[in-house]
């Protein structure tokens, strides 16, 4: 017996044999022999798989054959090279360079199904569609898909360090191993690049935004081109982060002036010398000015100059330049909110057009909830890339069961009547509302060197999640966690109702035990493991959950109308309108925008705080429902992953008690009111909760200064 | 198919079907079921692998069954719980209460095969031995084994971080989750407590010698407790590294004196809190004055004061103090090789009974090739534990193979003299020579989080071999490599031939392009990989490497006889006379105990210069020899493994010859002398060599102080 069993390295890519035996009976039938177009790379990637899934899931070796054969048989090729009376079934028309088309056809009384598309990717794209219809059991007969990816660049961003700590990583450390590259290619890089592949991720950043110079030296890019090369058949391009003081660091200049001849002329030779040996290069990614990254501003130069001066190094080899706008400065007062706006919507239309302005997904960072950031849709003349965050930062850690795409869709669907109604930032995003030349979406990864890559085994469900919305930002989060479900743990209908219903509605509890009513940036400090609401005594104002919640005797929550810091003017007027109206403006986002007195209405009838109190609990018990749910599925699930989600689902209903508690406590200490009697006592007191210390907590930020 | 198989996770416990058709029938007739004494948690853990492991090596579910049955049984059960008649076939009085029997006896015609001991410990450990027996198709008729560990205290050292860093840890990260403990029980836990107990570990030290006090604190206890709790079953006890200013630290008072009242009482307290929740808890790890670590000396008191008061707090729970050698100070210019044995020997006879000091194998730090420690034999009244490094802070990392029980058995076969020839290191350990009370072995770990435990797959012979040498000091290293690699890759005799003997040959290899003639410690700075013998500008002159080899125009090496820094004098006057004479000191031993001019002449009547470099470039043709074994031995190994020791054979390679290049290159700025003709051409300049830098290297000692 092999203890290594259902570990969950394998993914949504786990090929064992098809238990339902019609299915199995079928597919066989189906699929008796397979052929396949000669080519490089990435056509031996699509036979590896192929031998590996299609065998592995049939219980068999595969088969190959030539074309046309006896029928009942796989096709994959390029559409060029397909017979012509095949193609004459087929239009590709509509497909773009990484679409493909799966279709059942039929010739001379034979049926063939045809995996084709205009390049090898495309076909890598479709073999992984495939081999997910089949692990969903859904019939071949009549198929007849076409899919081509709505954003350009779909990217994780890893904040990996070079000593393989990961800022803000919860599932282990970094899966790059410097030290043993380039000679030494782990299994995993090899498993990365085929689980990326799988959902359409070809993009990564291998590096750390806190960016390190010494990655851009030639003894590490030796290492990035290793990687480089496994990647390449898969369809993934490496990004690198580049720290804007690299010139001097590793350059040995004086300066890192945009505008310095010396400096330009520094990056274009470094840009010579990657795209020498990594030839598909992806670009840069870079945090310049920002929480004490150096950036063009050092100069008294703008990020647009930055911006500029590395796309044109970048532009002989069509390399990107992904800038990101999380940016905001310590001497300035205004509301952290307002500021990436401020700097960046100005230039809107200077950029080159090799540049992506990257953008978290709403205008502070990565909480439970936001509204969306008021950039997307306010610079219709620049690409606007979209940062998610997939790791949990402010969600539980590896720890909590959290669905994250629920997050994303809120996000994507969300409109910013820039164009009308119906502008969702999704299309944005796409591109399909301002014809985009480029578009993007980054994720930060929760990848990290646990044996299931993810440490909490849903957590796979946020990167297969980003990656199904970066193919396609207009997907609803209940179809990705069918498809992950199925191809993760079972096709059995009892299991799937009632684990996609916890999944749903996992997004919502974690609000509602953290963030409830538009509460937001209430977590201890650095870390940011727990809650921290009473945290007053940072450096820089904006650090400090106070500054935030604004709790104080007279009510609680951040005043952004025209009263207050007036961030709402940066969304399109219907958006101000609404949630700048309290009749109008949805209670989730209540306190974001809002700050009102303890006693307030809320539209049940109770008070702001009772409504609070009875919020928190909730989330708790909606965490004691999931456990529930949980236990129930003890007959569908392997022993091993059954055992890790209910360990975790207990350290999650800890701590869910723990921020109700730590946080109504607190704020007890403003509004003098009782708690709602729908909510349970506290189990500790506030001195209690104030003194817990975390200075292991994973995934802190190391000095950087 | 399932990528994850063969990814090394399993270590020697594969429990694959046993693939000799004809072993295979005869074992499943000879074993139709099994009898267990019924038991706690132990028998518990024994019915779970006889399950796994019979289960799987027969390939069918085990059928239990009374006793006694129709014969052809396993049989495991205590001594005392055996049937009359079974009692008298079997004597256990020379049993000590680990060890166990394993005899096959007949009963009324019908055989059983019999494990049993005084203690389920014992039936565990043999019940272990059964299943390695079975992997090594050995034949069970007539089986009569009698087996107790010779070492009382066989524990391993995790130098592990809070952070989860490992200082010289080259596997990834450490395997304490301390974020998730005590909730979320990681399977690794489990399975690190069953590989332990499988080759009789009893004791493990969780954290670094270079201690952090907070792991005494209630929140890292309650962490530790969880830990014990998944290993008490196997048999496995733990010890916490105590930092000896904890009591200022984490307790608040102003000293840490070890005869301040205050300071006594706290350990006390400590101790008895801890008990309260672990109470088989093994004791302290104490390294004190030692590198910066606080200590006795800071308050004008010895060692002695301070292992003793330790060890007082413990004794009313029969917890031992385990008091690290390893000291030298930056105020005594003496020789480091003899500041350890200056600061216990005059001490011998005056630790409390539970005190044990624990010693490196020599009197520097786990070289390639060291003498024994001169404190082996030299404190006859008081139980010396050794210390091996199993994790290859100075032998490649976890990249090269060098199979360290060959280093292991060397220094337990060297003579020590003092109570006449024969008088081994192995027998001052073991006890024999002197009947100690207490005996030990500790070995400083080489696990970590990669998937295969040890980064490089031959690393779990290391591990494996340690856990064997310290049950059995006697025991011989092509022994230990047999077992290893037939419980872990294969019992193909042209493989195991090949294969042992490239293991046994390793370490001379390692030596030879590393360290030759006596060299040593002629590491990098700090991170200590790589050649670095031009290193002279580190603040304590015993921390750079021109202090050891002291090479000049006249000659190299390091003059430790009377003429130098006497260090020979603290060994045994038969050893003091062997080694201290040119004539009979050993070639591999020279230049650790004489410097020599660079044109002495060497047995094979070549000068030392000459000698010196070929033994740099034998041991880059060694590795090459490697390799080639290796290559041929693709038809009996998983592609998955024999891939990655192939890829990291050839990092070997690179590193060996950039040792031999680097360190003649350096020397020959002194000898002014020609390479000998036997050796290669450096590949690069010195000057590059000396301009290497690896900021990012593995395995760092953080920053202390």
Redesign the interface.
């Known amino acids: 017996?092999?203890?290594?069993m259902s570990?969950g390295?394998?993914l949504w890519?786990?090929?064992?044999k098809i238990s339902d035996d019609t299915v199995l009976k079928t597919y066989r039938n189906q699929l008796q022999s397979v052929f396949m177009e000669e080519g490089g790379a990435t056509m031996e990637a699509i036979m590896m798989e192929l031998?590996?899934g299609l065998?592995?899931l049939l219980d068999r070796e595969i088969r190959f054959d030539s074309l046309p054969s006896s029928g009942n048989q796989l096709v994959v090729s390029k559409y060029g090279s397909l017979p012509k009376d095949f193609k004459e079934d087929i239009n590709i028309d509509y497909l773009n360079s990484e679409g493909y088309i799966i279709k059942h056809i039929k010739k001379s009384g034979r049926g063939y199904l045809v995996i084709t598309g205009k390049e090898d990717i495309g076909l890598l794209y479709g073999t992984f569609h495939l081999l997910r219809i089949l692990k969903m059991h859904q019939t071949l007969e009549g198929l007849n898909l076409e899919e081509s990816p709505k954003v350009d660049i779909r990217m994780l961003n890893h904040w990996d360090n070079?000593?393989?700590?990961i800022e803000r990583g919860?599932s282990?450390?970094s899966i790059w191993n410097?030290?043993?590259l380039p000679?030494?290619?782990d299994?995993r890089y090899i498993?990365y690049a085929r689980a990326n592949a799988s959902i359409g991720i070809n993009a990564t950043a291998l590096t750390n935004v806190n960016a390190n110079a010494?990655i851009l030296t030639p003894q590490y890019l030796e290492k990035v081109q290793a990687l480089a090369e496994v990647f390449r058949p898969y369809g993934l391009k490496v990004y690198l982060t580049a720290r804007f003081s690299a010139p001097m660091e590793i350059g040995g200049l004086e300066t890192a002036d945009p505008l310095d001849q010396e400096v330009i002329q520094w990056w274009k030779n470094k840009a010579a010398e990657i795209y020498k040996s990594i030839p598909d290069f992806g670009g840069f990614l870079v945090k310049a000015n920002s929480e004490g990254q150096p950036g063009p501003q050092n100069y008294g130069r703008t990020h647009l100059d930055g911006t500029n001066m590395l796309a044109d190094a970048l532009t002989p080899y069509k390399g990107n330049v992904i800038w990101r706008a999380f940016v905001y400065s310590e001497h300035d007062a205004e509301d952290r909110a307002k500021q990436a706006y401020s700097e960046f919507v100005p230039d809107d239309g200077k950029y080159r057009d090799n540049v992506l302005i990257q953008v978290k997904n709403g205008p502070i960072d990565f909480q439970p909830r936001e509204p969306f950031h008021p950039m997307f849709g306010a610079m219709p003349n620049t690409p606007l890339m979209m940062e998610f965050q997939i790791t949990k930062e402010y969600l539980g850690?590896a720890?909590h069961l959290v669905y994250l795409p629920k997050l994303f869709e809120e996000v994507l669907q969300s409109d910013t009547y820039q164009k009308g109604k119906g502008s969702t930032v999704a299309k944005m995003v796409d591109g399909s509302l301002n014809t985009k030349k480029l578009t993007g979406m980054a994720g930060v990864s929760n990848i990290g060197?646990?044996?299931n890559w993810t440490g909490h085994p849903f957590g796979q469900a946020d990167w297969y999640g980003f990656g199904r919305l970066a193919w396609d930002p207009s997907m609803n989060s209940e179809a990705i966690a069918d498809e992950w479900l199925r191809t993760t743990f079972s096709n059995d209908e009892e299991f799937i109702k009632s684990v996609k219903k916890m999944m749903l509605e996992s997004r919502e509890a974690v609000v509602n035990y953290m963030n409830p009513l538009g509460l937001h940036h209430i977590f201890d400090t650095s870390h940011h493991y727990g809650p921290g609401p009473w945290v007053g005594n940072l450096s820089r104002p904006e650090w400090n959950p106070v500054y935030y919640h604004k709790a104080d005797e007279d009510g609680i929550g951040f005043d952004r109308t025209k009263t207050g810091s007036n961030a709402l003017s940066q969304y399109a007027p219907a958006f101000e309108e609404k949630f700048g109206n309290l009749e109008t403006c949805p209670e989730e986002y209540l306190l974001w925008f809002h700050h009102l007195p303890w006693d307030y209405q809320l539209k049940s009838g109770r008070t702001l705080w009772d409504g609070l109190g009875i919020k928190y609990q909730q989330g708790v018990d909606q965490v004691k429902q999931m456990i529930n749910t949980w236990e129930n599925m003890k007959p569908y699930v392997d022993e091993?992953r059954h055992n890790?989600v209910r360990?975790?689902l207990?350290?999650q209903l800890?701590e869910a008690k723990w921020w109700r508690d730590a946080c109504m406590l607190y704020f007890q200490t403003f509004s003098k009111m009782d708690f709602p009697k729908e909510m349970e006592s506290p189990e500790n007191t506030l001195e209690y909760y104030k003194s817990l210390k975390f200075?292991?907590?994973?995934g802190i930020r190391p000095q950087w200064d």
Chains 1, 2 share one sequence.
Request: charged share 20%; net charge negative.
């Open positions: 017996m092999s203890f290594a570990n390295y394998e890519l786990n090929y064992d031998e590996m065998g592995g070079l000593d393989r700590t919860y282990g450390f410097w030290q043993t000679d030494y290619i299994q498993d010494l850690f720890t060197t646990d044996t091993y890790q360990m975790l207990g350290i800890k200075p292991y907590a994973p």
